[in-house]
């Protein structure tokens, strides 16, 4: 008992000075966190947490957020000692180029880090998605006997991640849903950078927690491995999410044991050094005994967790067969069979409306697709015919309903991608895409494929004014890497859009939809989206081009007419995604905007960004106005008349 206790003690101090080490030979990094954590970290890895470091990515393994990602060598260092491939010498480049140890974790870039964690608030709210994906899929396919989807998700937050809003959003939802799988560990430390949390943050946080409806414990001491097991078995037992506040002690064992400054800086030569002899750690910097080793190494258990689970599968598979194949596609993240043809329209018609459709044609061919909205289902039209809502009463119901929670709905979004299983996509208006902006950017940074629907997309919002309408919005989120952007022009080109969004496996998409019925083009024509730009209209030897998006394509059409009776010739360019549009070979690009014919681009948005394409815009440099929509687009320029003689001005 004592040899383990003393084992013990000693994994403990090697996650501890693993981080010390490595943030004091990048001179850059965030010790505190970590030396205070580390008992936490070696509970979870080696005795709680069910995973297997052979396979980061088995599909039945308990996850682990580190919501609070400054402290990533708390991660970094408990994943090298049980057994992930995670060498010695990546701890040893902490923060350099190339590293698989960047300053905080990122998903997709370093085996075992299942969410990118920088953004305070982000990860414990992504967790949510994760936790509701795992609700969501056993609900679905688990049978008396076959818990084949059975896991939990771990999160460790900061002070700062509760400070942030998006946290409470999606709390208040996991609340709501009655995530039980959801334990977070808030470590209670009472430090933040500006120093003590009491300058700013004296609430009653488990008080709120329990008005989320979520279970709330104390712990003490971190450094408390009993009272620590305790309060994680009756986190498990509880109908609720679980919130466990764990006291503890920044820089633990240092000199700056306590203070501000072991948050953000390292610790210093002579601390180091200090803290290594209140610890009792003899050993020089990135030594680990190997009786650590031995002790720490999960890759055995993990493997045999896995083989379990997988003989789980073998017994469900002759049982439910058809259940199997279903679970194995969808965790694989093949897509369906699709529908190629768009519905009929017989008359003009929104993009939010002819989104609506699009979805009722996709929806009962591809049963992951979740859907969801910010509260405004009815004019998103992001909820399918058929699709039933979910609650903690119906978990399998295919429709999310977020509440005005649009920072929390794309956090979650982001964590049902993450899980595996499911297509989630979640809509609001686009002028609200401002809240929910980090999401978006962690989400390309990911390369998730979330969905997000964006309507009321321009100055065509009318009535309501400035303050909904989108300007600057569709060129912000172009500038984003990673993230497409489509704006089609009708809706053909809006069932074109989703094919392209649901397609699309290696990033997130961003469909920009109208309020206001926009004219048909023709169908075959629109299939020129899936290249994210065409020749819309031609003339014989065009002297110049039109190029527009979304509504204005039809402004640009118009204007064409006009010029044509004055013996005019110009080309109309549909233009609904410039990411789509890059991807496409130059021969093609330069086919479609020849580079020596003078371009105008059309768009009720800000200019800036257009110069790529064209040499004048007809745009929008200031806010909007609060007035029925044709009024609004007259007064502010955009007419037929205008556009045919800005193109005119620049023949």
């Known amino acids: 008992m004592t040899e383990t206790k003393d084992l013990t003690s000693l994994s403990v101090n090697a996650i501890r000075f693993l981080a010390i080490d490595a ?21 979870l890895y080696r005795e709680v947490m069910r995973h297997n470091p052979l396979n980061p990515s088995w599909p039945n393994r308990d996850r682990f957020v580190l919501s609070a990602g400054h402290g990533s060598m708390l991660l970094y260092a408990v994943l090298h000692l049980t057994g992930y491939d995670l060498s010695l010498e990546e701890l040893k480049r902490f923060r350099q180029w190339g590293s698989k140890t960047p300053g905080h974790p990122e998903y997709g870039h370093t085996l075992g880090v299942e969410v990118t964690t920088g953004p305070l608030g982000q990860g414990i709210s992504t967790a949510v998605g994760l936790a509701l994906a795992e609700r969501k899929l056993a609900a679905e396919f688990n049978r008396p006997g076959y818990e084949v989807v059975d896991h939990y998700t771990y999160v460790l937050a900061s002070d700062g991640d509760l400070m942030e809003g998006i946290s409470g959003e999606a709390s208040s939802l996991a609340g709501h849903w009655k995530l039980s799988k959801l334990i977070v560990f808030w470590d209670n430390n009472h430090i933040s950078i500006d120093g003590s949390t009491d300058l700013a943050f004296t609430e009653d946080v488990l008080a709120r927690y329990r ?36 006291r503890s002690h920044i820089g633990y064992g240092s000199p700056k044991q306590d203070s501000h400054k072991a948050h953000g800086e390292p610790l210093g030569p002579e601390a180091v050094e200090a803290t290594r002899q209140n610890l009792g750690w003899p050993y020089p910097p990135f030594e680990v005994p190997e009786e650590v080793y031995r002790h720490m190494d999960m890759r055995e258990k993990g493997r045999a967790w896995q083989e379990a689970w997988e003989e789980l599968m073998e017994a469900y598979a002759r049982a439910y067969p058809d259940l199997h194949q279903e679970l194995l ?29 699009a979805l009722d044609a996709i929806a ?16 998103n039209n992001t909820q399918a015919q058929g699709m039933a809502d979910f609650s903690p009463q119906n978990p399998t119901g295919r429709y999310i309903h977020y509440g005005v929670r649009e920072h929390g709905m794309g956090a979650i979004l982001n964590g049902l991608n993450l899980h595996g299983g499911y297509r989630a996509y979640g809509g609001t208006f686009l002028v609200f895409s401002d809240y929910m902006r980090p999401a978006i950017r962690l989400a390309a940074l990911m390369g998730t494929p979330t969905v997000f629907v964006f309507t009321h997309d321009s100055i065509a919002l009318g009535e309501d004014g400035p303050t909904h309408q989108p300007v600057e919005h569709l060129m912000s989120l172009r500038a984003m890497p990673g993230l497409w952007v489509i704006r089609p022009a009708d809706a053909y080109e809006t069932f074109y859009a989703w094919q392209v969004a649901l397609k699309r496996k290696e990033g997130p998409t961003a469909l920009i939809l109208t309020r206001q019925a926009v004219p048909l083009l023709s169908p075959e024509k629109a299939k020129g989206l899936l290249r994210g730009g065409y020749v819309l209209e031609d003339a014989e030897e065009p002297e110049g081009v039109i190029v527009a998006t979304g509504s204005e394509v039809h402004l640009a059409l118009k204007a064409k007419t006009l010029l044509a009776e004055k013996g005019r ?19 093609y690009r330069k086919e479609v905007l020849p580079p020596g014919l003078p371009t105008l681009a059309v768009e009720a948005g800000a200019t800036l960004g257009w110069e790529r394409y064209a040499q004048k815009v007809v745009g929008l440099d200031r806010f909007g106005a609060s007035a029925p929509y044709p009024e609004v687009y007259e007064k502010l320029g955009f007419t037929p008349e205008r556009v045919a003689e800005a193109l005119e001005d620049l023949l």
């Open 23 to 43: 943030v004091e030979k990048a001179k850059s990094g965030h010790p505190g966190m970590p030396m205070a954590m580390a008992p936490l970290a070696y509970l």
């Open 211 to 246: 008005a989320y409806g979520w279970h709330t414990q104390r712990v003490e001491d971190a450094n408390d491995l009993e009272a620590l097991r305790h309060a994680i078995r009756l986190a498990q037992l509880d109908e609720r999410p679980s919130l466990i506040a764990v």
């Open 329 to 357: 596609r969808r965790l694989r993240g093949d897509l369906p069979s699709l529908p190629e043809e768009p519905p009929a329209f017989d008359k003009p018609v929104a993009t939010r409306a002819a989104s609506g459709k």
């Open 364 to 379: 009962p061919r591809m049963p992951e697709l979740l859907g969801g909205s910010a509260d405004l289902t009815p004019s």
């Open 569 to 587: 010739r110009v080309r109309v360019v549909s233009l609904p995604s410039f990411e789509l549009f890059e991807a496409q070979p130059e021969a």
